[in-house]
């Protein structure tokens, strides 16, 4: 059995980390092989709820699971970590953009990040959930200089798995089936899914996603707006945002991370280099594939006049995001 990796989830005492923490504690996300210990951060007043969790995780019997560190003490929870699961902020309530969050939550990923960067191990993988996610991630890189860039990466397989799962419910085929659905740009409702590259396997063999659906007007307009507002339609439905395929999708993002994608591409924020002609310097989500703990951007895909407009409106959302964050973190 491995030496066991410290791993840090934010906001422990909230909804979506009630779900992800069994997911790491069980062996779905860093394989069945390698066990964790999870240090698991919230604010103060909320320790007597974590006190609980750490209770629940206990009674779990969780073979893997090596150790519990609960703690308000950002630089006592990412001491040492291997991977970062940024959780913790506030969620948007109906009526809200995600950007709307950004005053409120900003300034949360500007102090862990100074905090990453004094005390996690230098190869730290950051998953940032907590929205904006893109611009978390940005912030948060920024105030961790001495930690990679490429290693802060914005969560949109949430949307991803949205896109594909329509997708499979519009053939008809079971959702592992559909591959290599795009998210591009913000994790926002100005985000591009773009089903053009994704397959389906149907009776065997592969075909297109769009020969297969055969309906171009349904994917430019019907199945981008749903998974654009699917976030909102749960809060609607809920009152309360999305936890339980949230938690599913940060497990998603860090396992393939950790382990791998294969023959899949997975869509992740990342710092953007420019490519497809996007905003250099912003967390914006590509299509990538994933291989021995380094995520590369696909490349040679073809943009048609459609898909090129939109992936401007994402670019420029998140240049202007990015500017309210900056100056959000002057003061
Ligand atoms: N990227 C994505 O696809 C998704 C992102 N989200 C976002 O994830 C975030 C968390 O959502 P929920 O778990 O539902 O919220 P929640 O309100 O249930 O839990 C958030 C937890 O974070 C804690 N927290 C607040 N400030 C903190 C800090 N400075 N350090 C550590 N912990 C802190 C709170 O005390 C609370 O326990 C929200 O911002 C939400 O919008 C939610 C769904 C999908
Ligand atoms: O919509 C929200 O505010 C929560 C979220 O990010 C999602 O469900 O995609």
């Known amino acids: 059995m491995a030496a066991p990796i410290k791993v840090v989830v934010t906001g422990a005492a909230g909804q979506i980390a009630y779900s992800l923490l069994y997911q790491v504690a069980s062996g779905a996300v860093f394989g069945p092989d390698q066990p964790v210990y999870l240090h698991l951060l919230d604010i103060a007043p909320m320790m007597g709820v974590l006190e609980g969790v750490v209770m629940e995780l ?54 862990q990040g100074q905090a990453l960067d004094k005390v996690a191990r230098k190869d730290v993988k950051v998953l940032v959930v907590g929205n904006p996610a893109n611009t978390n ?16 990466t914005a969560m949109t397989r949430l949307d991803q798995n949205r896109a594909q799962s329509q997708l499979a419910a519009k053939i008809g085929v079971p959702v592992q089936d559909v591959k290599n659905v795009i998210i591009w740009g913000n994790h926002s409702s100005t985000q591009f899914p773009d ?21 171009d007007n349904y994917l430019k307009t019907t199945f981008v707006s749903t998974v654009q507002k699917r976030g909102a339609a749960v809060i609607a439905a809920r009152k309360m945002s999305s936890a339980l395929s949230a938690a599913k999708a940060a497990s998603d993002h860090m396992r393939d991370w950790f382990l791998g994608s294969g ?4 869509s992740m924020g990342v710092i953007s280099d420019g490519s497809y002609g996007t905003p250099r310097d912003v967390v914006y989500s590509f299509p990538v594939t994933t291989s021995n703990g380094k995520w ?32 959000v973190c002057k003061d």
């Open 195 to 215: 089903a053009s590259n994704s397959v389906v396997k149907v009776g065997g063999a592969e075909k297109p996603v769009p020969a297969a659906v055969n309906d």
């Open 296 to 327: 590369k951007i696909v490349e040679g895909l073809t943009i048609s006049d459609f898909a090129r407009e939109k992936l401007d409106a994402t670019g420029k959302e998140l240049v202007e995001e990015k500017q309210d964050a900056l100056d």
């Open 263 to 266: 023959d899949r591409w997975v």
């Open 137 to 152: 991630a940005f912030i948060c890189a920024k105030y961790a200089p001495s930690i990679p860039k490429e290693n802060f």
């Open 58 to 111: 206990a009674d779990c019997a969780l073979p893997l699971l090596a150790g519990v560190l609960p703690t308000a003490n950002p630089e006592e929870a990412f001491k040492d970590v291997a991977a970062a699961f940024l959780v913790g902020a506030m969620p948007r309530r109906e009526g809200m953009e995600r950007k709307d969050l950004l005053s409120a939550n900003v300034r949360i990923f500007k102090e």
